[in-house]
T-cell receptor, first 113, second 112 residues
Framework: DTEVTQTPKHLVMGMTNKKSLKCEQH?????MYWYKQKAKKPPELMFV???????INESVPSRFSPECPNSSLLNLHLHALQPEDSALYLC????????????FGPGTRLTVL | GENVEQHPSTLSVQEGDSAVIKCTYSDSASNYFPWYKQELGKRPQLIID???NVGEKKDQRIAVTLNKTAKHFSLHITETQPEDSAVYFC???????????WGAGTKLIIKP
């Protein structure tokens, strides 16, 4: 399996809702990432997990909460989001070490009303 | 910190012609340079990458060149086809740093 999968594809939520985004990879990659992408912009790093431990949190607001249950799964828990959080949320994975290309999932298109 | 500039922001070429996209980086310690292609509504896809110990790399119609002295790298696409239409992003990183510093993107339009 050479793909990163994400669910759901689309999500519409109100500002008081709680929802979760899910990501899965079976390539044996030990680094997993969450990115946020706004229209016509490059992906913006949010979190990095290395060997299931949180390595980087790019000063992301606490209304976004990542979780890495095992080496294949990555979740992003959402709570009390704002309309400006509407974006494409991309999961990615890579091998550890020097210069490893990111393999991206198809993304979840999130709309916050 | 590292900064990556990408030019042009939009590039329109005739089908069959070549396209060149250029990026410059600021940190001489950068040693990994990937290129991603993102079609409308789809995920970014790694199309080619190069490490600082290599000056050029080719994969069929796509090539990347790296000039470490000038701190710039370029993507070359030959014999362009309609399916090459997409946004292309360059990026740079240092060592095993998880951070990729991205360029702003180039929208490539292939005219039939």
């Amino acid at each position: 399996d050479t793909e990163v999968t994400q669910t759901p594809k689309h999500l519409v939520m109100g500002m008081t809702n709680k929802k979760s985004l899910k990501c899965e990879q079976h390539m044996g990659h030990r680094a997993m990432y969450w990115y946020k992408q706004k229209a016509k912009k490059p992906p913006e790093l949010m979190f990095v997990y290395s060997y299931e431990k949180l390595s980087i949190n790019e000063s992301v607001p606490s209304r976004f909460s990542p979780e890495c249950p095992n080496s294949s799964l990555l979740n992003l828990h959402l709570h009390a989001l704002q309309p400006e959080d509407s974006a494409l949320y991309l999961c990615a994975s890579s091998q550890e070490g020097l210069g490893s290309g990111r393999f991206f999932g198809p993304g979840t298109r999130l709309t916050v009303l | 910190g590292e900064n990556v500039e990408q030019h042009p922001s939009t590039l329109s070429v005739q089908e069959g012609d070549s396209a060149v996209i250029k990026c410059t980086y600021s940190d001489s310690a950068s040693n990994y340079f990937p290129w991603y292609k993102q079609e409308l509504g789809k995920r970014p896809q790694l199309i080619i990458d190069i490490r600082s110990n290599v000056g050029e790399k080719k994969d069929q119609r796509i090539a990347v060149t790296l000039n470490k002295t000038a701190k710039h790298f370029s993507l070359h696409i030959t014999e362009t086809q309609p399916e090459d239409s997409a946004v292309y992003f360059c990026a740079a990183s240092i060592g095993s740093n998880y951070q990729l510093i991205w360029g702003a993107g180039t929208k490539l339009i292939i005219k039939p």
